[in-house]
């Protein structure tokens, strides 16, 4: 049997944060944006020609 010592544990993790979060948001997407689909490989072609298209 395994017996801790809970008292070790104060001050940790979010009891120990100096910071609260009161709110959380996601702000609206911005911008053009676009999803590549296939294999790994096959979105990074995609993603090439994509970055090709503007220079």
Known sequence: ???VDT???IGIG????P???AR??????RG???MFSGT?????T???AEIKGYL
């Open 1 to 3: 049997m395994l017996i």
């Open 7 to 9: 008292t070790l544990f």
């Open 14 to 17: 979010l009891a120990g944060s």
């Open 19 to 21: 910071t609260k979060v």
């Open 24 to 29: 959380v948001f996601s702000p609206e997407p």
């Open 32 to 34: 053009n944006r676009r």
């Open 40 to 44: 790994a490989g096959e979105q990074v």
């Open 46 to 48: 995609q993603l090439v």
